[in-house]
């Protein structure tokens, strides 16, 4: 099975940086993806990594370390609409289906 | 993008019976489903795994006599809940990974389906 972690909750300033980290123990990686959910709602793609490195898009980046298992979503400009909990997922050649497991999320909380 | 809807978005059901849950995907064949759970404030639970024209595969500690799946179609997988109590109250979500898309490591997730049992 997977391991991963991410911190239970986080608040932050409008028009601020965040970064939430996610680390991760898998046997078979096959990447790593970032969700966003707002309450009462499904969660919506926001990211996916799969080689080592940075991926911007946006006011959103996330970067993967396969080698620490280790990734972060850094949100720049921070809006109020950013609160909302944030989900990190990974893909493991082991399991059927491209099943992806998720952590526990991050709950994010804007302040003005 | 890809779209997936689920129906009913909210159903409120009495203890002992059985609600019916849809997952289509619109505008894409999906050979595979997922059916996930959500307790408030917590994350996301597979329950099950959905494949088209075989049996669902079910994780640990999920009653697969209980949560019964079909996946009759590459567009329809369907979740009932048996025999429901108050503890099966959940947010239910189903995604489906396309098979046509060039985007084929994305699951595209539905809108879910707030089950109330009372």
């Known amino acids: 099975g997977q391991n991963i972690d991410q911190p239970t909750e986080m608040t932050a300033t409008e028009g601020a940086i965040v970064q939430i980290n996610c680390t991760y123990q898998?046997?078979?990686?096959?990447?790593l993806f970032w969700y966003q959910q707002h309450a009462g709602e499904a969660p919506t793609f926001l990211s996916y990594?799969?080689?080592?490195g940075l991926e911007e898009k946006g006011r959103f980046s996330s970067f993967l370390s396969r080698s620490k298992g280790y990734s972060y979503l850094l949100l720049k400009e921070l809006q109020m609409k950013d609160s909302a909990s944030y989900l990190c997922?990974?893909?493991?050649?082991?399991?059927?289906?491209?099943?992806?497991?998720f952590g526990g999320g991050t709950r994010l909380m804007v302040k003005p | 993008g890809a779209v997936v809807s689920q129906h009913p978005s909210r159903v409120i059901c009495k203890s002992g019976t059985s609600v019916k849950i849809e997952c289509r995907s619109l505008?894409?064949?999906?050979?595979?489903m997922f059916w996930y759970r959500q307790f408030p404030k917590q994350s996301l639970m597979l329950m099950a795994t959905?494949?088209?024209?075989?049996?669902?595969?079910?994780e640990q500690g999920v009653e697969k006599d209980k949560f019964l799946i079909n996946h009759a179609s590459l567009t329809l997988s369907t979740l009932t809940v048996t025999s429901a109590h108050p503890e099966d109250s959940s947010f239910y979500i189903c995604?489906?990974?396309?098979?046509?898309?060039?985007?084929?490591?994305?699951?595209?997730f539905g809108p879910g389906t707030r089950l109330t049992v009372t």
């Open positions: 959905s494949n088209e024209g075989s049996k669902a595969t079910y």
């Open positions: 997922a990974v893909r493991d050649t082991n399991n059927a289906g491209n099943m992806l497991t």
């Open positions: 995604s489906a990974l396309s098979t046509t898309s060039g985007v084929s490591y994305e699951q595209y």
């Open positions: 505008d894409f064949q999906a050979t595979t």
């Open positions: 898998t046997s078979g990686f096959n990447g």
């Open positions: 990594n799969v080689l080592d």
